[in-house]
C-alpha cells in the first residue's frame, strides 16, 4: 500500500496565521511527493478540527499524518489520539511545529512562511518512511513512594491511603512534619500550626496503608514507570522502633545535651527535648527518640548508659546499625520541601556577628509555644525589646542569591507583626520593596495590619550595624536604608532585627531529582512537566512533585498540589497499566557483531551481551528510547525506531529543500 | 556455451589483479567456465576489440581500481555497454580506496607536488604533464588527470561489489562460482564478503569499551588476546565489513577499513568517529581532547580507504 | 620579585613617612621595586569627576610608558590603584575609550596595548611575599598591640580588578563587604587584630576641602568604633585615609568633643615594628597622633 | 542581498527543544535561519547527520543539549559532546571551517538563551559566507571530463554517452 499522507495545517487563530501565509503553505504542501491531501483550519486540536483528521483517516482518503501547528510537546499526544480513534497507527503521524519555532519566533512573514515550508516537508519527507510500532503495556505496582514528611508528602500520602493504595512515606528527620511543625501559627488565619498539622500526623502513623519510614533516606531508584525499585537507608535510632513506647522517661533523664548549656536565649533556641536521646518536638510522629551520637556521652566516651538503665522496655540498643531496605513501587512523589536562605554571605547583615539579628526561622521557634523561649519574644539576653525590625527579601529577589521571589516572605513577615504587637508592647518596622499579598484573604491581613500601627518602610535595607552615630543609637541595632516613599536614607535605631530569609532548594534537592531522573532548573527547584498544564508530573514518567520543590509555596498551594499529585497518582494507579516508550531501540541481529561498543553506552543497562549468539540484545521494558546506542552502533545494526537514520536523513533532506 | 569475462584495472596497484592469480589452481576451473577476452595486465587485447564486440556481449566484468582520469571513466563506461553484469572488484572500484586520498587535495596541487616539490624530484626546466603535445611531429595525447577519484558506482551502473584491498581470493572464488551458477543476490550487494562488521570473525576477547588513552602500534606491543580498540589502538573492524579472516588483526595489526562499511551506513569514517567517541572515558572537554589527541590524522585514519563514498566526498575548493 | 612601581604624589610629599616604612621593609621580603620614570599624576582627585577622559589620558600615560617593561606595576595609594585600575578597564571594554586614549597617547609618542596588571603594594606583600615569610621576618613581641585594620573605600570596590584579581576571579580574591586579609596580615606579624565594623567605611578624605564637617563625622564614626572594640592604633593602607584620621583627629575632637587618642600608622610601618626596626626608621616619629604611651610600652616589650 | 544562512539545528527532546519552544512561548524573537530536527537526547545526534545536513546544504549545524549533569537520559550529552570534539578535528581538512558546526548546552528553562545563540550564531555563519558543498563538488568536478567528450560538446556533435 503506497503512502498517502494527509497534510492539516493549523490557523491556531492569528496566532500562526498572523505570520505565516497559510495558503502559500498549502500549496506548498499539496506538490509534495505522497501527499495526497492538503487541509487548513482555524484550530486543529478544536474538536471540529480533530473529526476533519479522523473523518479523512476513516474514509481512507490517507494513511499517514502530518499536522502542521503547535510544539509536539503540546499536542502530540491529541493528534496521536486522533490516529489511533481512526484506526491509524499513531507512529505514522508526525506534526511540524510550525508555532513555538517559528510564527512566534520570527517577524518577516516571508522567511517565516518559508521555514513553515521546509518544516513541513521534513516532516512529510520523514513520515513517508515511518513505521507503525506496537503499543506496550505494563503493570503498574500500586504502591507509591513518597519523599519527604512535610505537610506536602503527608497530605500526598493520606490522600492515597484514604483511597486504599498503599504508601511508603520516607522521611529524613526523626518526625514527620517538616517545617510547619516548627511554625506557631499560620498565616492569614492565624490557625495555629499544631493543632491543624498533628492530627493529620496522628493519621499517618496509624494509617493501615501508609508504611512510615522516618529517620530514613532514598539511597537508590532504579527501573521505570510502574516498576520502579527503591532502595531506602534506614538510619540507626539506637532505639527499637517495636519495643519502645515513647514514655519519654530517656529523655527526661539524659544528661547529654544537643544545644549549647551556655550561651544566649538565640545560642539555646530550640523546640522539643535538648537532651543527646531526644524527640525532635513533642507531638513527633513516631514518638520514638533518636540518640544524637555526636554529643551522646555514651558514644563520646562510653560512661553513660542512663537511658538504658531508665528504659523499662529494654528499647535502647547502642549496638544498632543502618538498615538497607529494599522495595518496589509504581510511583514517586517527591516532596522534599525546601530549606531557608543563610544570610552569613550578606555581611551587611550582619548575620552571625550582631547579637539580636535573627532569621526568620528562628523567629518562628521563638514564636512557638513550645519552642525553648515559651513562646516568648526575647533578646539574647533575655530581655523583651522595644522594637524589632522586619527585612524582607533577604536572599530572595537579589541577583546574587536568589532572583526569584520566595512568595511566602510578605505574609509571614505580616504575621509576625501581629504576633509581635499581640504580645509585646514594641515599635515594629517592615522594611520591603514590595508588599505582595496575592492570596485569598492575604491583601485583608495587609490591611488589617495597617490599622495595627505597624511602619512600613520602602526601602531595601543597605546595612545593619552596631556602630551608633547619634546618641540615640548608642547600644542598639542601626537599619539603614533609603525610604523610597520619602526620598531619604533613614538610620533608624532597633533593638532586633528579623531577617526573612527566602526559600531555596532542599540541599538534597540535586540528589533525589537524579535518582529519580528529573531535571533540575536553575533556580535549582525540579522543573515541571508544564508550567502551567503540567505541574505536579515531571519529565520522567511516574514522577510527580508536590509542594516546595517545586517552587516556594505556601501551605495553602502545598497541599494543593500535594492533593493534585496523589490524584495524578491514582488516577494512573486505577488504570492498572501503563503504555511505555515504543520508540526503543532494537538491534538487528544479522548485522550485529558483538564489538561490545554499545553496551557501556546504555545508562539504563538496556543493552546485554548474549554470550551464546555473540549479539547484543535490548531489553525493551528498560529503554527509554534516547537513541544514544543506535549513534554508537559502528555496524547500523541497533535501530532506534521512529528516529532511524533514513527518517532523520530524510528529515534533514527535507528541512533543507525548501 | 562458455562464458565471456574481462578483468580491467582503473587506478589502483593491481593487486586486485594478482589477487584474481592468487586463486591458484582454481583458476583452471574458471578458465574452464570463462574465457577471459580482455585483461589488460595479463593478455594483450585491445580496447578497440572491445569497442567491435557486441553490446553486452560479456557475461562479468570485473573492474577494479578508482576512476581517476578520463580513460579509467572512458573504459569503465565501454565496459558497462558491453557487459551484462558489472563488479567493482576490490577497495578502490567500491569505496574509493587509497587514491581516493588524493580529494583531500586538488588536482593541481598534486601535480606539483609530483612534478615539482617533492624532495626527490629533479625537474628545472618545470616540465608538467600535458593533454596534447607533439613530439616529432607526431601528436601524442594522454588521459585527463580528474580533480576528484570516483567509486565505479560514481562513474557507471555497478551490479556488485567485491570489497577488500586487495580482496581475499577465496572471496573472488565464491562470487565468480556464485555468478556461474547463477546464485546471484539482488543487484547493489557485495558479494564475496559477510553481513556483519569484522568484530563477529575476529578472534579476540572483548569487554565492554572505555577507552581512556589512544595509541599507536610503534609506541606498544598489543596484548594478543585482547580487543585491540581495547587496549587503545584505533581499529577500524568494528566499522568495517568482515570477509578478510581478519587478515590484519590476526597479524596484530589494526583493522584500516579496506572492507568497507556495512548496509546502510553512509559513511564509514564518519561512522567511526560517533562510536569511537562514545567510548571514551573522560567527560570533561579538556580530557576529552587530552585523549583525542593520541589520535594522529584522524580523518585519513577512519577515511583511510573511504574518502571517495564519504558524504562530502572530497575537501571543498 | 621585581616590579615597575608608581609612587604617586602622596608618598613622595605628604606622605613620605608611607615611603620610608616601605623602603625599610621590602628588601628583605625580596620585593625590588624600581620607580618608573617620568610617571605623572595619576588622574585621581578633581580631575576624575570634572573630566573622566582627561583623566584616563593622563593615567593611561603611566599604563603605556609602564608597559614595556612586562611587570606588574604597584602602587602604595589606594586612589591611584583605583584610578589605574579603571582606567586599564575602560580602556579593554570600550572600544571608543581605547579609541580616543590611543589618540591622546600616539599625541605623546607613546601606545598602550592594555595588558598592564596594576596592583597594591599590599596584595604583593600578601600573596606574592605570603604571610608566611612576614612571620617569619617578625621578631618582636607584639601580641599585646591592638591593632585595627582599616582598608578604606577604594580597594574593595568590586566593579574594578581587586586585589590580586586574575582571569578566574574578576572580583579579586577578598569579600568587598567584609575583607580580612589584613587581619591576616595583622595576625601574621603577630599583634592582635581588632575586629570592629567600620573597616570599609569611607574615611570622607575627598571631602574633607569642600564639606568638612561631613568628612569629620565620617572620621569620627572610624575612630569611634576602633577606640571603642580596644584598638591601640588603626593601620592603613592608603596616605589619604591615614592623613584625614591621623592630621585631622585633633579637628574631630573639638568639634565633637571626643577624646580621640590613636595613632594610625601604615601598614608597612607595622610590619617594620614587627621585624624590630626603630620607629625612627619607619618615619613613625612623624604622626600627628604621636604613639601613646601603652603602645611604646608595648613596643619597648614592657 | 545580504547572504542568510541556512542551519540546521538537532535539539534534544527534553530540554534544548523545551527550551526553544520556551522562546517561542515567550515570543523571544530570533534570527529564521535556524530549522530544528528534534530527537530524544543529544546521545542520538550521529556525526553522519551533520555531514548530511552539511552536504544538503546547511552552512552551520547547531547541535544543542542538556547542561552537563542534567541529560534526561543521564549522560548522552557527554556522549554529543565527545562526538562533537572529535568531528570538529577532521572538519577542516573537508574545507569545512569548524565554526560551522556547534554544540552547545541549553537546559529547558534557557529560552531566552537558546535564542541569543541562535542570533549569535547566524552572525557568525552569516560572516563566514556560504558552505555549499554541492555548488563546490560540482565546481570541482567540471573539468573531470573526457576531453573528446568536451570537444563534441564543443563542436555541437551529440554526446554519443
Given amino acids: ?658 | 556455451m562458455k562464458l565471456k569475462g574481462g578483468i580491467y584495472w582503473g587506478a589502483g596497484c593491481g593487486g586486485c589483479d594478482v589477487a584474481v592469480l592468487d586463486i591458484h589452481e582454481k583458476i583452471l576451473d574458471v578458465a574452464e567456465k570463462m574465457d577471459f577476452l580482455f585483461w589488460p595486465i595479463a593478455m594483450d587485447f585491445k580496447n578497440d576489440d572491445v569497442r567491435a564486440m557486441e553490446d553486452g556481449e560479456f557475461d562479468l566484468v570485473l573492474y577494479s581500481g578508482a576512476v581517476r582520469n578520463s580513460e579509467n571513466e572512458e573504459i569503465a563506461k565501454l565496459l558497462r555497454r558491453k557487459s551484462k553484469t558489472m563488479v567493482a572488484l576490490g577497495t578502490c572500484a567500491h569505496i574509493g580506496g587509497l587514491p581516493s586520498l588524493a580529494n583531500y587535495h586538488t588536482k593541481q596541487s598534486i601535480l606539483e607536488r609530483v612534478y615539482s616539490e617533492t624532495e626527490s624530484t629533479v625537474n628545472p626546466e618545470g616540465t608538467m604533464p600535458l593533454e596534447r603535445s607533439t613530439v616529432d611531429g607526431n601528436e601524442l595525447e594522454l588521459p585527463r588527470f580528474y580533480n576528484t577519484v570516483k567509486t565505479l558506482d560514481q562513474v557507471v551502473d555497478v551490479d556488485y561489489y567485491i570489497p577488500g584491498c586487495p580482496p581475499v581470493p577465496q572471496q573472488i572464488v565464491n562470487a565468480l562460482t556464485a555468478v556461474f551458477n547463477g546464485e546471484l543476490p539482488p543487484k547493489g550487494s557485495v558479494i564475496g564478503a559477510g553481513t556483519k562488521t569484522l568484530c563477529d570473525e575476529c578472534p579476540r576477547e572483548r569487554e565492554e569499551k572505555e577507552i581512556s588513552e589512544i595509541k599507536r602500534p610503534l609506541n606498544m606491543i598489543p596484548d594478543p588476546e585482547k580487543c585491540l580498540l581495547e587496549q587503545g589502538l584505533i581499529c577500524l573492524g568494528p566499522v568495517t565489513r568482515e570477509g578478510c579472516g581478519a587478515r590484519c588483526i590476526n597479524s596484530g595489526a589494526p583493522c584500516r577499513g579496506c572492507y568497507g562499511p556495512l548496509e546502510g551506513v553512509h559513511d564509514q569514517g564518519i561512522r567511526m568517529i560517533s562510536a569511537l567517541a562514545s567510548v571514551i572515558e573522560p567527560k570533561e572537554e579538556k580530557e576529552i581532547d587530552a585523549v583525542l589527541d593520541g589520535i594522529v590524522d584522524p580523518l585519513r585514519t577512519f577515511h583511510r580507504f573511504s574518502t571517495a563514498a564519504s558524504i562530502l566526498r572530497r575537501k571543498k575548493i | 620579585m621585581k616590579y615597575t612601581y608608581y609612587p604617586g604624589c602622596s608618598v613622595k610629599s605628604t606622605a613620605n613617612l608611607y615611603q620610608e616604612s616601605i623602603d625599610a621593609v621590602v628588601p628583605a621580603m625580596g620585593v625590588e621595586l624600581e620607580e618608573l620614570d617620568d610617571w605623572n599624576c595619576c588622574g585621581a582627585t578633581a580631575y576624575m569627576s570634572v573630566n573622566e577622559m582627561m583623566s584616563f589620558a593622563i593615567s593611561a600615560r603611566n599604563l603605556a610608558m609602564a608597559e614595556k617593561f612586562h611587570r606588574d606595576v604597584v602602587t602604595p595609594c589606594s586612589a591611584c590603584y583605583l584610578v589605574l585600575n579603571k582606567t586599564n578597564r575602560y580602556f579593554n571594554d570600550y572600544p571608543e575609550v581605547r579609541k580616543k586614549l590611543g589618540v591622546a597617547l600616539e599625541a605623546g609618542g607613546l601606545s598602550y596595548s592594555g595588558n598592564i596588571r596594576v596592583r597594591h603594594i599590599l596584595d604583593v606583600i600578601i600573596n606574592d611575599v605570603g604571610l608566611e615569610k612576614i612571620t617569619g621576618l617578625a621578631s618582636r613581641k607584639l601580641e599585646d598591640l591592638n591593632v585595627a585594620p582599616y582598608y578604606g573605600c577604594q580597594i574593595v570596590r568590586p566593579m574594578y580588578y581587586g586585589f590580586g584579581a586574575g582571569e578566574e576571579n574578576e572580583e579579586g580574591f577578598d569579600d568587598p563587604d567584609d575583607p580580612v586579609c589584613m587581619d591576616r596580615l595583622i595576625e601574621a606579624t603577630g599583634a592582635t587584630c581588632v575586629k570592629y565594623s567600620m573597616k570599609t567605611k569611607c574615611c570622607g578624605s575627598s571631602l574633607i576641602g569642600t564639606e568638612e564637617k561631613q568628612a569629620l563625622k565620617l572620621c569620627r564614626g572610624i575612630l569611634a568604633d576602633a577606640e571603642n572594640n580596644g584598638a591601640h592604633c588603626i593601620v592603613t593602607i592608603c596616605p589619604l585615609c591615614q592623613m584625614n584620621l591621623d592630621v585631622y583627629q585633633p579637628k574631630v575632637n573639638s568639634l565633637f568633643g571626643t577624646k580621640f587618642d590613636i595613632p594610625v600608622i601604615y601598614f608597612t610601618q607595622l610590619i617594620g615594628l614587627a621585624m624590630g626596626k626603630q620607629p625612627k626608621e619607619l618615619g613613625l616619629e612623624r604622626l600627628a597622633v604621636k604613639m601613646t604611651r601603652p603602645m611604646k610600652q608595648i613596643l619597648q616589650g614592657a | 542581498m545580504t547572504f542568510e544562512p541556512k542551519i540546521v539545528g538537532f535539539l534534544c527532546n527534553w530540554c534544548s527543544y523545551t527550551g526553544a519552544d520556551l522562546a517561542g512561548t515567550a515570543r523571544i524573537k530570533y534570527a529564521p535561519n535556524i530549522r530544528s530536527i528534534r530527537v530524544m537526547c543529544s546521545g542520538r545526534i550521529e556525526p553522519t547527520f551533520i555531514m548530511k545536513a552539511l552536504y544538503e546544504g546547511a552552512d552551520g549545524v547547531l547541535i544543542a543539549g542538556c547542561h552537563p549533569g542534567d541529560c534526561h537520559y543521564q549522560e548522552g550529552n557527554y556522549k554529543a559532546l565527545r562526538r562533537h570534539r572529535l568531528l570538529k578535528r577532521i572538519l577542516h581538512e573537508y574545507g569545512v571551517e569548524p565554526e560551522r558546526v556547534r554544540l552547545e548546552w541549553v537546559a529547558a528553562s534557557e529560552g531566552e538563551r537558546f535564542a541569543k545563540i541562535v542570533d549569535e550564531f547566524t552572525d557568525q555563519i552569516r560572516e563566514l559566507g556560504p558552505l555549499g558543498i554541492k555548488d563546490s563538488l560540482a565546481e570541482a568536478m567540471k573539468d573531470d571530463i573526457d576531453p573528446h567528450e568536451a570537444d563534441k560538446e564543443e563542436s555541437g556533435v551529440a554526446n554519443e554517452a
Fill in chain 1, 1 to 658: 500500500m503506497s503512502e498517502r499522507i494527509g497534510v492539516y495545517v493549523c490557523h491556531c487563530g492569528t496566532n500562526i496565521a498572523g505570520r505565516v501565509d497559510i495558503d502559500e503553505v498549502v500549496e506548498f504542501a499539496k506538490g509534495l511527493d505522497a501527499v495526497t491531501l492538503v487541509r487548513e483550519y482555524k484550530f486543529m486540536c478544536s474538536d471540529p478540527g480533530q473529526s476533519l483528521i479522523q473523518k479523512d483517516i476513516e474514509d481512507g482518503l490517507i494513511n499517514r499524518v502530518v499536522v502542521a501547528s503547535c510544539s509536539p510537546l503540546m499536542h502530540e499526544k491529541t493528534f496521536r489520539n486522533v490516529c489511533t480513534r481512526g484506526g491509524l497507527n499513531e507512529y505514522l503521524f508526525t506534526m511540524a511545529n510550525i508555532r513555538e519555532q517559528c510564527s512566534w519566533v520570527h517577524v518577516d512573514v516571508e522567511r517565516t512562511t518559508d521555514k513553515a515550508k521546509g518544516l513541513i516537508e521534513a516532516a512529510v519527507r520523514r513520515t513517508r518512511l515511518q513505521e507503525p510500532l506496537t503499543k506496550r503495556e505494563v503493570p503498574i505496582n500500586p504502591r507509591t513512594l513518597v519523599i519527604g514528611g512535610g505537610i506536602a508528602g503527608i497530605q500526598a500520602a493520606l490522600d492515597l491511603a484514604e483511597a486504599g493504595k498503599k504508601v511508603v512515606l520516607v522521611e529524613k528527620e526523626p518526625s514527620i512534619g517538616g517545617h510547619m511543625a516548627k511554625f506557631d501559627k499560620t498565616f492569614p488565619t492565624l490557625d495555629c500550626s499544631a493543632c491543624i498539622l498533628t492530627p493529620k500526623m496522628v493519621s499517618v502513623g496509624q494509617h493501615e496503608n501508609i508504611e512510615l519510614m522516618s529517620w530514613s533516606e532514598v539511597e537508590d531508584i532504579g527501573g521505570y514507570v510502574g516498576n520502579f525499585n527503591v532502595t531506602v537507608r534506614k538510619k540507626t535510632r539506637y532505639v527499637d522502633a517495636d519495643l519502645c513506647n515513647g514514655c519519654g522517661a530517656c529523655w527526661e533523664k539524659c544528661p547529654g545535651t544537643r544545644v549549647p548549656r551556655k550561651g544566649n536565649v538565640h545560642e539555646k533556641l530550640s523546640i522539643g527535648p535538648t537532651t543527646s536521646i531526644y524527640i525532635p518536638f513533642m507531638q513527633a510522629v513516631p514518638a520514638i527518640p533518636v540518640i544524637d551520637a555526636d554529643t551522646c556521652i555514651r558514644f563520646k566516651n562510653g560512661k553513660c548508659g542512663i537511658c538504658a538503665e531508665v528504659c523499662e522496655r529494654n528499647a535502647i540498643n547502642y549496638d544498632m546499625e543502618d538498615e538497607l531496605i529494599e522495595f518496589e513501587v509504581g510511583s514517586i512523589i517527591i516532596a522534599t520541601g525546601f530549606q531557608t536562605f543563610d544570610p552569613t554571605p550578606i555581611k551587611r547583615y550582619g548575620y552571625g556577628k550582631l547579637d539580636n539579628v535573627l532569621t526568620a526561622i528562628e523567629f518562628e521557634i521563638m514564636n512557638c509555644a513550645s519552642g525553648s523561649t515559651g513562646g516568648n519574644i526575647r533578646m539574647a539576653d533575655g530581655s523583651e525589646p522595644k522594637s524589632i525590625g522586619i527585612v524582607h527579601c533577604v536572599g530572595s529577589r537579589d541577583k546574587h542569591y536568589h532572583e526569584y521571589c520566595s512568595r511566602v516572605c510578605c505574609m509571614y513577615a505580616l504575621k509576625y507583626s501581629h504576633l509581635i504587637k499581640e504580645k509585646i508592647d514594641a515599635e515594629v518596622y517592615e522594611f520591603y520593596i514590595d508588599l505582595r499579598c496575592f492570596g485569598k484573604g492575604y491583601e485583608e491581613f495587609y490591611d488589617r495590619l495597617l490599622g495595627e500601627d505597624v511602619r512600613f518602610v520602602r526601602g531595601k535595607v543597605a546595612e545593619i550595624t552596631e556602630v551608633p552615630i547619634e546618641e540615640a543609637e548608642k547600644g542598639k541595632l542601626v537599619v539603614e536604608v533609603e525610604d523610597t516613599l520619602v526620598g531619604k536614607v533613614r538610620r533608624i535605631p532597633l533593638d532586633m532585627v528579623v531577617l526573612c530569609t527566602g526559600l531555596e532548594a532542599h540541599e538534597s534537592l540535586a540528589d533525589i531529582a537524579g535518582l529519580c531522573s528529573v531535571s533540575i532548573g536553575k533556580d535549582g527547584f525540579i522543573i515541571e512537566k508544564h508550567p502551567k498544564l503540567g505541574p505536579v508530573a515531571t519529565t520522567t514518567d511516574g514522577v510527580f512533585i508536590a509542594g516546595a520543590c517545586q517552587s516556594p509555596k505556601d501551605i495553602p498551594d502545598t497541599v494543593a498540589q500535594a492533593s493534585a499529585a496523589s490524584s495524578a497518582v491514582l488516577s494512573m494507579i486505577t488504570r492498572e497499566k501503563i503504555e511505555i516508550e515504543s520508540a526503543t531501540a532494537s538491534v538487528d541481529e544479522d548485522k550485529c557483531s558483538g564489538c561490545k561498543i554499545c553496551n557501556s553506552l546504555c545508562p539504563y543497562l538496556a543493552i546485554k551481551y548474549d554470550e551464546e549468539k555473540g549479539v547484543s540484545v535490548v531489553n525493551e521494558a528498560l529503554c527509554k528510547g534516547c537513541g544514544t546506542c543506535a549513534a554508537g552502533c559502528p555496524s547500523n545494526a541497533i535501530s532506534a525506531k521512529h528516529f532511524e537514520d533514513r527518517q532523520i536523513f530524510a528529515e534533514i533532506e527535507g528541512i533543507l529543500s525548501a
